[in-house]
């Protein structure tokens, strides 16, 4: 198919079918004429592409994209979009106290807050691969929103930033990838802020979610304990990264820095020693289960 074909097919200009081909995005062949021979793959990707360029997606962004058979980068991509929209909200807020008359001093040490939240939240996507970045992603990022006025938080973003930027990257065999991949691919951004937002609440009411959730959770400890289980590539995967974050520094140095930097988390952390100790007292062969993994 010819570049006018292309462009009826895809509703994209010339222009910008020549822009893609350039950038490598698609590679039609080159007819004896010096003509371009524009294949039905061809085609599906120019329009993948016109519906994420439509997304405000960047082109290196969609190379990333069609080149990631997973799934992931698309998934990343959308925390991304959705972290940022987060920071805009924020933005738009701080020039509407500009707009009353706010100091700009003061809309500085909010602004400092936005982007330390931001070099944070984009440094753990890429430390923690797939669901993993995902997932640790959104539950520290609503922790980040206190303005750094100490000495010791400054430390503390600091001892962060330096964690990771050199966290050691997390090996899995290939079968364990696949099989993490495909558990979750379906699993939305909206899924896991539910997720994150189902413990805050578990652990804000810890008796009341045990009391409600009894039959449930001896269910899942009788699972944990089965062979199926221990045989399982989930609980493979569970071992892997408990071994991971007990020797990479997660354990002893992220997350006193990450309490040490916010009040709010270090409160939720608090909170969460208390809910595991009144599981625990209820559920003692939880204990057991840990020491043998």
Known sequence: ????????????????????????????????????DFSENDIEVLNKISVLRKLDISVDEIKSILSDKSNTALQVISIQKELNFQREIAKKAILGKLSSGEPYSKITEELQVIEKSKTITEKLLEAFPGYFGRFICLHFARFLNEPIKTESQQAAYETIITFLDNVPSI?????????????????????????IENTKRSIENPDDFLSENKEILEQYLAFKQSEDYKQSPAYKIMKLMKEFNSTSGYYDIFIPAIRQLSSSYSEYYRQMEIANEKLLAQYPEIDKMNNQN
Do not use: C, F, H, W
């Open 1 to 36: 198919m010819l570049i006018n074909q292309v462009s009826k097919a895809t509703g994209l200009t010339k222009k910008a079918i020549e822009y893609y081909t350039l950038e490598g995005l698609i590679s039609p062949l080159v007819l004896d004429n010096g003509y371009r």
């Open 171 to 195: 090996s899995l065999p290939e079968d364990l990838q696949e099989y993490l991949i495909e558990g979750t691919k379906n699993i939305r951004t909206a899924q896991i802020t539910e997720m």
